[in-house]
């Protein structure tokens, strides 16, 4: 059809029949004028070589378990939620620098999971970053599991995602056992019809035990160690900020700093953060809490959040400066030098003209006497080391803490951003270009000199990147990557969006093009602390492109019992962008264009 009409951008209906036969029903041209031609943009040969290097990886190395490879977009740290599915080198390249290269696989093997040190967990695939989820189904095993039921556990693992590919944004709750919790026998019995049998379970049961109490440990807790860490970083961040290094050496310590004390104890916490979370929604699974309980303790919890959100409320011009002093680091898509921070921006993100009606509904959370005790009787049952208050303790101290470290370290990390963009200033390059720089271009001329001027240098990596990032926006691929064929040709996989509370809303929709979201559904494609800012103007409810179960968003909208549907996926959120107006019905699970 493309050489019988001389033309390569048409959209073709057509239709099989039972005996295979093709029926052609429609062609038309598409109007490419005035967009971008990416059909030149993508040479076959670069498919060819990504079809090759996915065969590659399915390989084993020895200290891997699992006979294939599986890659996608959300499992595990979830890329395309915190840098978007095509991001620009420096976005990417920091996120690989400062978390998914080593951190991660060393906070992974000091809480108890194998050692995959060495391991990167995340791969750049013509641009796109995919995580190694065969990786991450290793580096949950506790390390103290025999090795035979560990190698059949990542099996079933990546079996039931590539039957599943539905849960590739809940792996941790619909496939992995990552910690125990107070449902965990009920759950592992399902393995008994996978080819388990009792005794590999109950070592399982055991090894997830063994490691859930070194986690909530009240005294010898590393997540307790992790965020004595954390507390050290402000002070950190404001040496390194007045001292009078150059700008390259300080983007270099702010990085090494914000790796030491910043995403490591960051990576551990968020551990221990979801062990709390997964044993809070077990309590509800057995019936000790009952929704509204689990919601009131929730609400009881004083995150850096609400803090935000609740100084957003009250925003005059007198209290700005001070605002600024605490939250002017954040920016929304963390990672992205074109996101202006809050104290670059202000005026867009904040508005000291309208007031906010909001309702925190922060209330303390107590337990009487009577269900205190029952508390204790069931940990005790369970041979969970630690008292019912001390238990409380942990999972406020936890799940705060989550918060909290991540709004510490994102501070060296803006900071730097802030530095990488004067390095550019001071060489004549603008942010637009340095956003094509890959870090370690950076990075490596703290200990290298070279013949050539850094100027030079910077100008011909961000050619050539931008030259990859052309193609970048060509490809399109699957989110979750089974097999090397999906490069060329793939089906849509079904995307089962994240429903949080059980309310339902009808709005007029708003994708931050108009300043006014309040009384809205917000759509947004991705979403980190720094959309935070969205919470504090009353909208009606949220929508994201990208999100997981245990995504931050998630985590947020659950706190405030805003109705929200977190990664609707690709296709229904271009479908949503249309919609003047929506219905989110987050208990039966629906939206329903209006």
Not at 272 to 301: D, P, T
Not at 342 to 371: C, I, M, R
């Amino acid at each position: 059809l493309e050489s019988l009409f001389d033309c390569p951008f048409l959209d073709v209906e057509f239709a099989l029949d039972s005996k295979g036969d093709l029926y052609c029903l429609q062609v038309r041209p598409l109007v490419v004028k005035s967009k971008l031609n990416l059909y030149e943009a993508l040479p076959f040969s670069a498919l060819e070589r990504l079809q090759k290097r996915i065969v590659s990886l399915q390989k084993q190395t020895p200290d891997i378990y699992g006979k294939r490879a599986i890659f996608g977009v959300m499992p595990d740290w979830n890329p395309a939620e915190i840098l978007g599915l095509k991001p620009k080198r420096l976005a990417l390249s920091l996120y690989k620098e400062i978390i998914t290269d080593h951190i991660w696989a060393y906070q992974r093997d000091n809480y108890g999971y194998l050692n995959l040190r060495s391991h990167p967990l995340m791969h750049s695939f013509l641009g796109i970053p995919y995580i190694d989820v065969r990786l991450s189904f290793n580096s949950f095993v506790p390390k103290t599991l025999d090795k035979k039921i560990a190698s059949k556990l990542v099996e079933y693992y990546l079996d039931t995602l590539e039957a599943n590919p539905q849960f590739h944004d809940k792996i941790e709750f619909n496939i992995v056992f990552s910690c125990y919790d107070f449902n965990i026998q009920s759950k592992l019995k399902n393995l008994l019809a996978k080819g388990f049998n009792e005794n590999e379970i109950k070592r399982l049961e055991f090894a997830l035990l063994e490691l859930t109490n070194s986690i909530i440990n009240p005294k010898k807790g590393l997540y307790i160690k992790d965020l004595k860490k954390i507390a050290k970083l402000e002070q950190i961040c404001k040496d390194l900020e007045d001292s009078n290094l150059p700008n390259l050496d300080k983007i270099y310590w702010l990085l090494e700093s914000c790796k030491r004390y910043g995403t490591l104890p960051f990576a551990g916490i968020a551990r221990a953060g979801f062990v709390a979370v997964s044993m809070l929604n077990s309590l509800v699974e057995i019936g000790f809490f009952s929704v509204e309980e689990k919601q009131a303790f929730l609400n009881s919890l004083r995150t850096i959040s609400k803090e935000l959100a609740s100084s957003v409320a009250t925003l005059t011009e007198e209290t700005k400066a001070e605002f600024l002093s605490k939250f002017g680091h954040l920016r929304p898509s963390t990672y992205n030098i074109l996101s202006p921070r809050y104290d670059e921006d202000f005026e867009n993100y904040f508005d000291l003209n309208t007031k906010q009606n909001l309702d925190l509904n922060e209330s303390a959370f107590v337990l009487d006497s009577k269900k205190l005790e029952s508390l204790e009787n069931l940990l005790s049952e369970h041979g969970l080391k630690i008292s019912a208050k001390e238990f409380l303790g942990f999972l406020k101290r936890a799940i705060e803490g989550r918060e909290y470290a991540k709004f510490e370290f994102t501070k060296l990390l803006s900071l730097a951003i802030r530095k990488i963009g004067e390095l550019g200033d001071y060489y004549g390059i603008p942010k637009e270009e340095m956003a094509h720089l890959d870090i370690q271009n950076i990075l490596n001329l703290y200990a290298s000199l070279y013949s050539k001027n850094p100027k030079e240098r910077f100008l011909e990596e961000i050619k050539r990147h931008k030259e990859e990032y052309a193609l970048t926006l060509s490809v399109k691929l699957p989110v979750l990557l089974t097999n090397a064929e999906q490069v060329v040709s793939f089906l849509s996989a079904e995307i089962v969006p994240n429903f949080i509370t059980q309310k339902s809303v009808s709005a007029l929709t708003n994708d931050l093009s108009d300043a006014e979201l309040a009384g809205k559904i917000v759509l947004i494609k991705s979403a980190d602390p720094g959309f935070d800012y969205l919470f504090a103007k009353n909208i009606a409810g949220l929508i994201t492109c990208y999100g997981g179960a245990n995504s931050h968003m998630a985590i947020r909208a659950s706190e405030l019992g805003l109705p929200a549907a977190i990664g609707v996926g690709e296709e229904n959120f271009a479908k949503f962008l249309q919609a003047k107006r929506i219905k989110l019905d987050c208990e039966s699970g629906q939206i329903v264009v209006l």
